[in-house]
T-cell receptor, first 113, second 114 residues
């Protein structure tokens, strides 16, 4: 049973397209996250979200938007894809509260051509 | 604000030698600290975490880390490296004041030489 699952694992698309990455967690967590890992392996927080609050990293372009149909899902929509969006995107989840760790999905490798 | 700095983007050790990966943190409040490991083409897996209980924390795969407030450090060690330890290692910090977001260091790539 996968705790945090993302689909698709690989995504190749052309510039200008709109795409979505889906994420689901079955851990009963109340906070979910999206991270971007660039080619140098640097992990950057993009969003954190629970049923009360969306926290957006101010450096994330507004072409990126998280959408949460329920507590167990947090999808990432990307409009007008650019070459620089190519990266690995990780979904994660945790319980809200101090000291709880985040559980990560396997990642989605997005390649924009 | 919370942040972590990992010294050394690449570390090489011989099989059987001590592994030491460095992490220093900056936090305006008592931090929670984590070490994660990432194997190629995989997600991140928790090795261990510090949550203000014991300062010496033991994790999986024989790793441990010591929280030193005076040095603002949380270095990761393992007495004897195995080939299977070759991976990318990330130190991370979180704090409730930042919405429980996790902030990661830039990572250290560990190579184990046979």
């Amino acid at each position: 049973d996968t705790a945090v699952s993302q689909t698709p694992k690989y995504l190749v698309t052309q510039m200008g397209n709109d795409k979505s990455i889906k994420c689901e967690q079955n851990l009963g967590h109340d906070t979910m996250y999206w991270y971007k890992q660039d080619s140098k392996k640097f992990l950057k927080i993009m969003f954190s979200y629970n049923n009360k609050e969306l926290i957006i990293n101010e450096t994330v372009p507004n072409r990126f938007s998280p959408k949460s149909p329920d507590k167990a899902h947090l999808n990432l929509h990307i409009n007008s894809l650019e070459l620089g969006d190519s990266a690995v995107y990780f979904c994660a989840s945790s319980l809200t509260g101090g000291g709880t760790e985040a559980f990560f999905g396997q990642g989605t490798r997005l390649t924009v051509v | 604000a919370q942040s972590v700095t990992q010294l050394g983007s690449h570390v090489s050790v011989s099989e059987g030698a001590l592994v030491l990966l460095r992490c220093n943190y900056s936090s305006s409040v008592p931090p929670y600290l984590f070490w994660y490991v990432q194997y190629p083409n995989q997600g991140l897996q928790l090795l261990l975490k510090y949550t203000s209980a014991a300062t010496l924390v033991k994790g999986i795969n024989g790793f441990e880390a010591e929280f030193k407030k005076s040095e603002t450090s949380f270095h990761l060690t393992k007495p004897s490296a195995h080939m299977s330890d070759a991976a990318e290692y990330f130190c991370a910090v979180s704090a409730p004041v930042t919405g429980n977001q996790f902030y990661f260091g830039t990572g250290t790539s560990l190579t184990v030489i046979p």
